[in-house]
């Protein structure tokens, strides 16, 4: 049997959050009625003229920057003709063979082995109009008929293409994930993928392990989250191989990812370059990146995520919870301040990526809406540092916390979960538990440590949770062992 390897290019569109769109003045806003932002720029009436927007150029250039990428001292606009309903002007202004940004890379990290995925391009285009379709559930080939929005027609859209260098469904959507992480830092997008601000297309191919040529590719579109691409990715790779293994040969194609079904279907034959006749733009004149616009933006780039984890992971927080930290809104800036306020890291990151996260899920509500302050997570991670709470009470006050309850060590006196001090409290319900377990501690006697867990289990419920385990478990071993 053939061994096959998977080899994964991904295309993403980001749309910029300008004030204003691509090539007009119309505001970029959600959500407002039906065709109230556009002009006859945007919905290509004729004899209008574009005008470049500085600050989507601006923030082409921070995401190109920060995939490490040469930035082109002159590149070019130039038209992609093709008709379709959302796309009044029949052809998209975009850049074709010298775009903005080229040759850069993002460095990925799964289980450990670090990789890097290489940055073809980073280039400038605009956004389309939206159909929405009627009946039939939404999909085009059921529907009635089909209505038109061209609000978000001509809102900046950056594409960042990969080379061919993702090697699996898990290096995918790491590779997606970071991609989102570093957008979010720059500022520039609230790179949303439910909504469609931040939208991936996955190219997929397979080849023999060993061969240098590579195989005839799959794109895959309609992929909504980061868990989408992952699966789309992964039973594409499966369905190519099994088609292979069963005699047949991919081909190439456009295939829609369908959420429900857990599958890809073929849409249409794939287009080629040449298909869109593209030519420059003549309305608009080349752009120009001055040596000093580009070092501006250098100097301007915040600290990025690959370098805010290293940080954290400098003061003892590991490589997972310090993803969580510097991916999650609102969650890195309550452990940046609980750090300057002098907090324990590896406490406070452990629960500000497993309570803290998994509350603003249940609860659906985002971090700010928690009665969370960075100085209740160095008060509580005072109080397990002093003894005072055990691990798992802290837990429970920090749920309490979370709650509205009031502080740290209020919710603690007030659910009662402050551990017992007193040692000779203690002894006693050791001295209880041994008492009413003889057999367990004949085992102890006669070398077998096994039921030591279970008799401080005994202990830990008979104080309700607020003894320590540790110093539990060492009065145990005294009194059993000797
Ligand atoms: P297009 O715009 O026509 O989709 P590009 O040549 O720009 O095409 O490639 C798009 C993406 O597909 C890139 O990320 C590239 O790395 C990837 N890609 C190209 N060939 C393959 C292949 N054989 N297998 C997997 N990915 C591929
Ligand atoms: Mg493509
Ligand atoms: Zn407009």
């Given at each position: ?27 970029v806003?959600?959500?407002e009625p ?8 945007c ?10 927007n500085?600050?989507?150029m ?13 930035v082109?001292?002159?590149?070019y606009?130039?038209r ?9 002007k ?6 074709y ?13 799964v289980d ?8 073809t ?11 929405i ?10 529907a ?18 990969t080379?061919p ?24 997008s609230d ?5 469609g ?10 080849r023999?392990?060993g061969?240098?040529?590579l ?12 868990r ?17 293994e ?7 194609e456009?295939?829609?990812w ?6 890809t279907t073929s849409?249409?034959?794939k287009?080629?370059?040449e ?7 003549p ?8 040596a000093?616009?580009?070092d501006?933006?250098?100097a301007g ?6 370098a805010?984890r290293a940080?954290y ?7 997972r ?13 309550l452990?940046?301040e609980?750090?300057e ?18 509350w603003?899920?249940?609860e ?9 302050e960075a ?17 798992s009470?802290?837990?429970?006050v ?10 740290p060590?209020?919710?603690a006196?007030?659910?009662d ?5 007193d040692s ?8 209880a ?22 008799l401080?289990?005994q ?8 003894a320590d ?7 145990i ?6």
């Amino acid at each position: 049997m053939t061994d096959y390897e998977a080899v994964i290019g991904i295309e993403t569109h980001v749309e910029l959050m300008t004030d204003s769109k691509m090539f007009c003045g119309c505001p970029v806003i959600f959500g407002e009625p039906p065709n109230t932002t556009t002009c006859p720029v945007c919905l290509g009436l004729p004899g209008a003229m574009p005008v470049p927007n500085a600050k989507a150029m601006e923030g082409i250039l921070k995401i190109g920057t920060a995939l490490d990428c040469e930035v082109a001292e002159i590149s070019y606009f130039h038209r992609k003709n093709y008709f379709y309903p959302d796309l009044p002007k029949n052809y998209q202004i975009s850049q074709y063979d010298v775009p903005i940004c080229h040759d850069g890379s993002i460095a990925i990290d799964v289980d450990g082995a670090p990789t890097m995925i290489g940055i073809t391009r980073v280039h400038m285009e605009e956004d389309t109009g939206k159909s929405i379709h009627m009946g039939g559930g939404g999909r085009i080939h059921d529907a009635e008929y089909s209505l038109l929005d061209f609000n978000r027609s001509g809102v900046p859209l950056v594409e960042i293409v990969t080379e061919p260098d993702i090697r699996s469904a898990d290096q995918a959507r790491a590779y997606g994930a970071e991609l989102q992480r570093i957008v979010r830092t720059l500022g520039v997008s609230d790179a949303r993928l439910e909504e469609g601000s931040m939208r991936f297309d996955a190219n997929i191919s397979i080849r023999p392990v060993g061969q240098e040529e590579l195989g005839i590719r799959a794109e895959v579109k309609n992929v909504n989250s980061l868990r989408s691409l992952q699966r789309a990715v992964a039973f594409e790779i499966e369905r190519q191989i099994a088609h292979v293994e069963a005699g047949g040969t991919v081909v190439q194609e456009t295939r829609h990812w369908n959420e429900e079904s857990g599958k890809t279907t073929s849409m249409r034959s794939k287009e080629e370059s040449e298909d869109y006749r593209y030519f420059q733009e003549p309305d608009l004149v080349p752009i120009e990146v001055s040596a000093q616009w580009r070092d501006a933006i250098v100097a301007g780039l915040p600290e990025l995520p690959a370098a805010q984890r290293a940080r954290y992971e400098a003061l003892g927080v590991d490589n997972r919870v310090a993803g969580v930290l510097t991916s999650t809104e609102g969650i890195g800036e309550l452990f940046e301040e609980a750090m300057e306020a002098g907090g324990d890291a590896r406490l406070i990151g452990n629960w500000l990526s497993g309570e803290v996260v998994a509350w603003t899920r249940n609860e659906n509500k985002a971090v700010a809406e928690a009665h969370l302050e960075a100085a209740h997570l160095v008060e509580l991670a005072g109080l397990v540092a002093d003894s005072t709470l055990s691990a798992s009470a802290a837990k429970q006050v920090l749920g309490g916390v979370l709650a509205g309850e009031g502080t740290p060590t209020e919710v603690a006196e007030a659910r009662d979960l402050v551990q017992i001090s007193d040692s000779s409290v203690i002894e006693a319900e050791v001295d209880a538990v041994l008492a009413a377990q003889p057999d367990a501690v004949a085992s102890i006697a006669g070398g077998d440590m096994k039921p030591i867990g279970f008799l401080v289990g005994q202990v830990m419920r008979a104080t309700g949770g607020k003894a320590d385990p540790k110093q539990v478990s060492d009065m145990i071993r005294a009194k059993t062992t000797s």
